[in-house]
């Protein structure tokens, strides 16, 4: 059967897709700018500035990815041979290359969860995860903790459970840093201010580049001294970008005005999750977020309801043998999530036929 192609693809697969509003293509065309490598870039040091002050740290710093501004926390807080701690699931494991042990000669304990848990380790298995001081083993020396958590669904962490989980790691000298790149979503979720929301850790990353609609960036804040080694590890890691404020203007934009934006996507995606709860076959995960998870079922196949879903320009992601991922973000429109619905009626028809 010959479907036409609508003139607009409705996607689905990650808040990555954003693009950059009218008014941040007129700030990076207007920005000025300096060479940040020199700290002479007044758009990327005030973008730093506000950056460090919507985290509550001393100081923030900016970077091309969220994969960098991770990496750069791992390099300060260990050294070659210490062990960091973190989910299965969680993004400094499973999606970044292995750059811990190739960057910094740091081991990843990646503690195991159940498919449906919610990302965040209890505060008993991380102390049951901590190495006893022995010769043999390695320091245990840093826990990351993901907030949301993407693989889980974009599940929250909220305060009471960050500081049991703070208190456990300090028991026993362990650095925290919240892997935060959509910790503005979770801040939405639960109506705090993101730096209430992670105070007390060591350093926390912020993506700018997914909800919030930036083209590139993240931060990645904490105290003074730590930033002051981060930017060393963002240099040779190859992050310096000499006239940054093009970008960091519009980067600017997003962190002043993303925020706003995201409790919609939020009800976008419980709005997904209700709709396909009626269909047979799907099982959703109700969302905290901006993701959806949704588990498929026989004689339904997650793989070919990918494909039934692009056929009707409407793009998901399969992350699993039979899951399925949305994720709303502000590219998206009501009527591109009632189109969503439309699609997934008609694919969940033909497919299970």
């Not at 009218?22 to 940040?36: H, L, Q, S, Y």
């Not at 990302?119 to 245990?140: L, N, Q, Y």
């Not at 995960?285 to 949704?294: D, G, K, S, Y």
């Amino acid at each position: 059967m010959i479907r036409r192609v609508a003139d607009r693809i409705a996607d689905f697969r990650s808040d990555t897709l954003t693009c950059p509003t009218p008014a941040m293509r007129e700030a990076m065309a207007t920005a000025v700018v300096g060479d940040d490598v020199f700290g002479e870039d007044p758009t990327v040091i005030a973008l730093e500035r506000e950056g460090a002050a919507f985290l509550g740290q001393e100081a923030a710093l900016y970077v091309p990815s969220g994969t960098m501004a991770n990496q750069c926390a791992i390099h300060v807080h260990c050294r070659p041979g210490d062990e960091l701690i973190c989910e299965e699931r969680s993004h400094v494991f499973l999606y970044e290359g292995g750059g811990a042990a190739r960057w910094s000669g740091t081991q990843v304990r990646a503690l195991p969860s159940a498919p449906d848990a919610d990302g965040f380790p209890s505060p008993a298995a991380i102390e049951a995860a901590v190495r006893r001081d022995d010769p043999h083993f390695p320091r245990s020396r840093l826990l990351v903790l993901e907030n949301t958590h993407n693989m889980a669904g974009g599940t929250v962490l909220d305060r009471a459970g960050l500081e049991a989980r703070i208190t456990t790691a300090r028991r026993h000298g362990l650095r925290v840093h919240v892997d935060g790149a959509r910790l503005a979503n979770a801040a939405i979720a639960l109506g705090l201010p993101a730096s209430a929301l992670i105070a007390g850790v060591d350093s926390v990353s912020l993506c700018l580049s997914k909800g919030l609609g930036a083209p590139v960036g993240s931060l990645l804040a904490g105290s003074a001294a730590f930033v002051a080694e981060a930017r060393r590890a963002r240099k040779a890691l190859g992050g310096g970008m000499r006239q940054a404020g093009v970008i960091a203007a519009a980067a600017r934009l997003a962190l002043r005005d993303g925020p706003a934006e995201l409790e919609r996507d939020h009800a976008r995606a419980r709005a997904l999750a209700d709709a396909f709860a009626e269909l047979p076959g799907l099982r959703p995960r109700a969302p905290a977020t901006n993701i959806l998870m949704v588990d498929v079922a026989a004689p339904l196949r997650a793989d070919r309801l990918v494909t039934a879903l692009a056929e009707r320009s409407v793009r998901a992601l399969q992350v699993g043998p039979e899951r399925l991922r949305f994720v709303t973000h502000r590219d998206l429109s009501d009527a591109d999530v009632e189109r969503c619905i439309t699609a997934m009626r008609a694919a969940v028809g033909d497919t299970s036929s």
